[in-house]
C-alpha cells in the first residue's frame, strides 16, 4: 500500500526555516514524480513544487521561488522541501503528493502538474511571531 508520511513542521518565525520531510513507501519511489502542496486555513489546495523521478528537474509556483527547494533521496526514499526566508501566508498544512508518472508534466502549459495519485496526512507548518 502507498504511503506518504510527512514531518518536520511547526512554528517558525517570520523569516525564518524549515526543512520538511515525506517518507515514501509501497512503491518504487525512483520510478515517480512527486510534488509538495499546501492548504492555508479556508482555502483550497495550492501547488508549491515538483521534481521529477530522477531529480534533475525542478518546478516551483511563483509564491515560493527562490526561498523554497525541492528535493529527494532516491534511496533512502525521501522528498524534501527546504523552506527559507518564510512568510505568514506561507502557513498551510503541507502534503506530499506522488504522481502516477516519472514526470510531472508535459507540454507548454504543464497542467498535469496538478493530477496526483496519492498524497499524506500533512504537517502543520505556521509562520507566525
Known amino acids: 500500500e502507498v504511503q506518504l508520511v510527512e514531518s518536520g513542521g511547526g512554528l517558525v518565525q517570520p523569516g525564518g526555516s524549515l526543512r520538511l520531510s515525506c517518507a515514501a513507501s509501497?512503491?518504487?519511489?525512483?520510478?515517480?514524480?512527486m510534488s509538495w502542496v499546501r492548504q492555508a486555513p479556508g482555502k483550497g489546495l495550492e501547488w508549491v513544487s515538483a521534481i521529477n523521478s530522477g531529480g534533475g528537474s525542478t518546478m516551483y509556483a511563483d509564491s515560493v521561488k527562490g526561498r523554497f527547494t525541492i528535493s529527494r533521496d532516491n534511496v533512502q526514499n525521501t522528498l524534501y522541501l527546504q523552506m527559507n526566508s518564510l512568510k505568514p501566508e506561507d502557513t498551510a498544512v503541507y502534503y506530499c503528493?506522488?504522481?502516477?508518472?516519472?514526470?510531472?508534466?508535459?507540454?507548454?502549459?504543464?497542467?498535469?502538474?496538478?493530477?496526483?495519485?496519492?498524497w499524506g496526512q500533512g504537517t502543520q507548518v505556521t509562520v507566525s511571531s
Open positions: 509501497g512503491f518504487i519511489f525512483v520510478n515517480y514524480a
Open positions: 503528493a506522488k504522481y502516477p508518472r516519472p514526470d510531472y508534466c508535459s507540454g507548454y502549459e504543464c497542467n498535469e502538474r496538478y493530477e496526483y495519485d496519492y
